[in-house]
């Protein structure tokens, strides 16, 4: 039977731990140089929701689109709500000169964010309109936070200057949504456009909302071709469009006739008029993914909209119910502007009208009246058997009141 000399079992042990340890640093070097996913953190994940191909026109870099948008989906993967919730923007290079740079504010806040729960955030890049744009290239970065999370990683990506040939195969038949406006509101609308026949293998449809007035929350994309698909996204993706290397992974097409994307939006605090434009562009199957085209029908405004400022507060919802434990009183605002809090009024069949609330009930956006806000009040008092009715008094900042509409509740 064979056996080892102590020596050499010593050199083998040895070198099984060089070839151990050899693999651990590979790995980790492999591991450091691995193209980034969506998931970049334990804390938050992100998917991209636009297309990082944007550009100017082929011919006349005057004429055209010159701004996108740069929408992300944030995801709370901590495992906790977090509070505080806010993305940052931040490019990866300053290069001199610069040709895409950031239009509108580079933070945006999201509030409190439940464990596993999502929330679209929306950037817009504005290029410069300069013939030497085309193939600039510029990355940058979306970091999430929170009131306990300073620390996340983030995701990278670039964007591409692309050439883009004005045609008429793409176009805009309507924007329908409210023309009048008030800051604060979170109002829809509605696009309805259409593309080839069939589609391409990468295309967006975006209505130009300015970023200093409209914020987007959400967006809906829904097309006929190959089958009617909804995605919740501008970008329809048809071809496995590689983030990183900016090129389709297959040849599949997508879109056709009609098509339409729904946004949801919030008024800024921005007062005034805008005319916006739709734009439909697209990146049709050829042997190097550079063949771009968008709508000629691009310059012709679809909508106008005027955002002006409320005077007081927006009380959406005022409401009252019978519960177990008595009467749940609940009101939403849409705007708390020029306000401090709220009393809950009540009064039994034909009594007098008396507050029920101990003090009053403080405003929660008295730092940021241009939002809403939902609360509650339970009244412990109330009996089974008698009817109530209730209603809100609204108390500005001047001392004065406003009223809501009464409710009954038996």
Not at 27 to 38: D, I, Q, Y
Not at 55 to 71: A, C, I, M
């Amino acid at each position: 039977m064979f056996s080892s000399p102590a020596g050499s079992q010593g050199k083998l042990v040895r070198v099984i731990g060089f070839v151990v340890v050899l693999q651990i640093l590979l790995l980790g070097t492999l591991a450091f140089l691995r193209v980034p996913n969506a998931l970049a953190s334990p804390y938050f994940s992100y998917t991209m929701l636009t297309w990082n191909s944007i550009g100017l026109d082929s011919n006349k870099v005057t004429d055209g689109p010159n701004q996108f948008p740069v929408g992300w989906r944030v995801c709370n993967t901590s495992g906790t709500a977090q509070s505080n919730v806010q993305t940052t923007f931040t490019w990866g290079t300053n290069p001199n000169p610069n040709y895409i740079d950031l239009s509108g504010n580079s933070t945006i806040s999201i509030g409190t964010l439940a464990s596993g729960a999502c929330q679209d955030v929306y950037y817009t890049v504005t290029i410069m309109r300069s013939s030497s744009a085309y193939g600039f290239t510029r990355p940058y970065t979306i970091t999430a936070s929170s009131s306990t999370i300073t620390t996340d990683s983030g995701i990278s990506r670039t964007l591409r200057v692309e050439s883009l040939i004005s045609q008429n195969r793409n176009g805009t038949y309507n924007v329908t949504g409210p023309t009048n406006v008030t800051v604060g509101q979170i109002v829809t609308y509605t696009v309805q456009a259409f593309t080839a026949t069939n589609g391409y293998l990468s295309w967006e449809s975006y209505l130009n909302f300015p970023p200093s007035a409209f914020q987007i929350l959400s967006t809906t994309l829904t097309y006929p071709k190959p089958s009617v698909t909804t995605v919740q996204q501008l970008w329809d993706n048809n071809c496995a469009w590689n983030e990183i290397t900016l090129k389709c992974a297959n040849s599949n097409n997508g879109g056709g006739d009609p098509d339409w994307v729904t946004y949801t939006v919030r008024i800024l605090n921005a007062p005034g008029t805008y005319a916006l434009n739709n734009l439909v562009y697209d990146l049709t199957s050829d042997n190097n993914n550079t063949n771009y085209h968008y709508n000629s029908d691009y310059a012709t405004p679809r909508i106008t909209i005027t955002v002006t400022t409320p005077t007081a507060v927006n009380l959406v919802a005022f409401k009252a119910r019978a519960v177990k434990k008595g009467v749940s009183v609940k009101w939403t605002t849409g705007t708390e502007l020029n306000m401090v809090g709220f009393n809950v009024w009540r009064k039994i069949g034909k009594g007098e009208w008396k507050i029920i609330n101990p003090e009053m009930i403080a405003s929660k956006n008295i730092e940021t009246p241009y939002y809403g806000a939902t609360y509650k009040f339970l009244d412990k008092s109330a009996k089974p058997g008698k009817v109530y009715q209730y209603k809100l008094e609204i108390i500005t900042a001047s001392g004065s009141s406003d009223w809501s509409d009464v409710v009954r509740v038996k």
